[in-house]
């Protein structure tokens, strides 16, 4: 999918081209002729004598479809010009057909071709201060929508962009799961590091490091989750594990946060889901059977493509954060904190600088039951 599959596209004008407003101006102004048109062709038909009645009656059709169309192109180009998914040559691409629609009906009525006059409008060449004068109008409105977007989803374009592809990620992921909103009640009880195994069974502690007591968690939706490699656990000096989120849990977490539609009702309807993906790869019934209770992975695409949009906030404590940790780095004075000094030896020598070995922990995913 390329990186940009979902930014918005944003009218830009292009040079030479009119504005929308003129386009929009001359797509109506061409409806309206085109549409007089037709009714001095049925006025005619109405007064026609016998004769001529049949042949009028065909121009007057003629210039009728004409008519329905160059509105319908005038009705496109006001469309176009509200939506800002559309390209800028939208409404004046709805401007030109409607025209030539007009230009058809009048023809096809017998008057005059006034509606020829319009395309003078259409093909004139701005001036350059005409020009510079609407790239600062377009300026100005993508300063002005991008502070509304801003404002309502604390996030800049960029990370915008990243929010849809990750929704259009867990539309595409979720499902495959065979998740239901229990085991997303699991994996968030994890996140807030407070989930632990003890005693053969799964808690949700109050507090971090009080391993005795909580609120119970599903035993088997826990078990599942771990099996899947979607939980990580960590043994304490009592025994107890802990247990969070594993890198391919944490992003699965996010994808069921961003689709929850795509949860199941049901522990059976997951199920039931489940055995409908895995009953083509096994031939017995126990295999098939089998297969349906283990969780599937999460698709490896999904972990690759998902990237966590960041707030406006958050990158500004990022960026000050990185400020004070590099002015401090630089010998700079760090906000809050006095200017360290080194005691200075009697001697008159420099002061020596020990560094010491950081202990390595390697932990062992164990089995919980």
């Given at each position: 999918m390329p990186e940009n599959a979902?930014?918005?596209?944003?009218?830009?004008?292009?040079?030479?081209?009119?504005?929308?407003?003129?386009?929009?101006?001359?797509?109506?102004?061409?409806?309206?002729?085109?549409?007089?048109?037709?009714?001095?062709a049925m006025t005619a038909v109405c007064h026609a004598r016998s004769g001529a009645a049949a042949?009028?009656?065909?121009?007057?059709?003629?210039?009728?479809?004409?008519?329905?169309?160059?509105?319908?192109?005038?009705?496109?180009?006001?469309?176009?010009?509200?939506d800002s998914?559309?390209?800028?040559?939208?409404?004046?691409?709805?401007?030109?057909?409607?025209?030539?629609?007009?230009?058809?009906?009048?023809?096809?009525?017998?008057?005059?071709?006034?509606?020829?006059?319009l395309?003078?409008?259409?093909?004139r060449k701005l001036t350059a201060a005409e020009y510079a004068e609407r790239e600062t109008e377009c300026h100005q409105e993508e300063a002005e929508q991008e502070a509304e977007e801003r404002a309502v989803t604390g996030m800049d374009r960029e990370n915008r962009d990243r929010a849809a592809r990750n929704r259009y990620l867990a539309e595409g992921h979720v499902a495959e799961l065979g998740w239901t909103a229990g085991h997303v009640r699991v994996?968030?009880?994890?996140?807030?590091?407070?989930?632990y195994w003890r005693d053969g069974k799964a808690r949700q502690a109050a507090r971090r490091g009080e391993w005795t007591s909580g609120r119970r968690v599903s035993r088997d939706r826990t078990e599942a989750l771990f099996a899947a490699r979607f939980l990580v656990a960590v043994r304490q000096d009592d025994s107890t594990r802990?247990?969070?989120?594993?890198?391919?849990?944490?992003?699965?977490?996010?994808?069921?946060?961003?689709?929850?539609?795509g949860l199941h009702d049901s522990d059976r309807a997951s199920y039931e889901a489940r055995f409908a993906r895995v009953r083509r790869r096994h031939k017995r019934r126990d295999d098939q059977k089998a297969a349906a209770r283990v969780l599937p992975p999460l698709d490896s695409s999904?972990?690759?493509?998902?990237?966590?949009?960041?707030?406006?906030?958050?990158?500004?404590?990022?960026?000050?954060?990185?400020?004070?940790?590099?002015?401090?780095?630089?010998?700079?004075?760090?906000?809050?904190?006095?200017?360290?000094?080194?005691?200075?030896?009697?001697a008159g020598k420099p002061p020596i600088r020990l560094t010491l070995p950081l202990h390595q922990y390697t932990v062992v995913q164990p089995t919980l039951w």
């Open positions: 979902f930014a918005v596209q944003h009218p830009v004008a292009l040079a030479g081209d009119p504005s929308p407003q003129t386009c929009l101006q001359v797509a109506r102004q061409a409806a309206i002729l085109a549409v007089t048109a037709a009714d001095d042949r009028l009656e065909a121009v007057m059709y003629a210039a009728h479809k004409e008519a329905v169309e160059a509105e319908q192109h005038a009705d496109r180009a006001e469309q176009y010009a509200d998914t559309m390209p800028s040559s939208a409404p004046l691409y709805c401007a030109r057909a409607a025209v030539d629609h007009a230009v058809r009906a009048q023809s096809a009525a017998g008057v005059e071709t006034t509606a020829a006059d395309r003078a409008e259409l093909d994996l968030e009880a994890a996140e807030s590091g407070r989930l802990v247990l969070t989120p594993s890198p391919m849990g944490q992003v699965a977490l996010e994808l069921a946060r961003l689709h929850p539609a999904a972990r690759n493509l998902y990237r966590k949009p960041v707030t406006l906030t958050e990158q500004r404590a990022r960026a000050e954060c990185d400020a004070a940790d590099r002015w401090e780095d630089e010998g700079g004075f760090c906000p809050g904190t006095g200017t360290r000094q080194a005691a200075a030896d009697p």
